[in-house]
C-alpha cells in the first residue's frame, strides 16, 4: 500500500474521512471521466468546491498500482482551479486532490439524482 496526503475541500474530507474505502473506485472512476465531469467540480456549490486555500490534509491509503494510475494520468484542471507551481511542496497533494474531488463530486450529484 502507498500513503500520501492529499488536499480536498472540507466536505469532501469528511466523506473520505468516513468511508476511506471510496478511495479505490474513485480512482478507478478517474479513468473513465468525461471532460464535463471536471467543469461539474469546479461549479461546484454543495459538495464544495477545490479552492487551494480552503482545503485540509487528508491522510490517503491506495494500492500501489492505483497510485501509479492516478498519477500517471495526465490532467488539466478546470478553470478557476489554480495549483501552486511544480516545485511547491503542496502541488503533489493538491493535484491528487483535485482528481480524487472530480470523482465525489459526480458520485454525490448521482446519489442526488436518484433521491
Not at 87 to 109: L, P, S, Y
Request: with cysteine; proline share 10%; aromatic share 10%.
Amino acid at each position: 500500500c502507498h500513503r500520501v496526503r492529499v488536499k480536498l475541500p472540507k466536505l469532501a474530507a469528511c466523506f473520505l474521512r468516513g468511508i476511506p474505502q471510496a478511495v479505490s473506485p474513485a480512482a478507478r472512476a478517474f479513468y473513465g471521466r468525461l471532460p464535463e465531469d471536471s467543469r461539474q467540480a469546479a461549479l461546484a456549490k454543495h459538495f464544495g468546491r477545490y479552492v487551494p486555500g480552503e482545503c485540509v490534509d487528508v491522510p490517503v491509503q491506495f494500492s500501489r498500482c492505483l497510485y501509479a494510475q492516478l498519477v500517471s494520468q495526465p490532467y488539466h484542471p478546470p478553470k478557476g482551479v489554480n495549483l501552486p507551481p511544480p516545485q511547491h511542496r503542496d502541488r503533489h497533494a493538491m493535484e491528487i486532490g483535485t482528481k480524487t474531488h472530480i470523482i465525489f463530486f459526480n458520485v454525490w450529484i448521482l446519489i442526488c439524482l436518484m433521491k
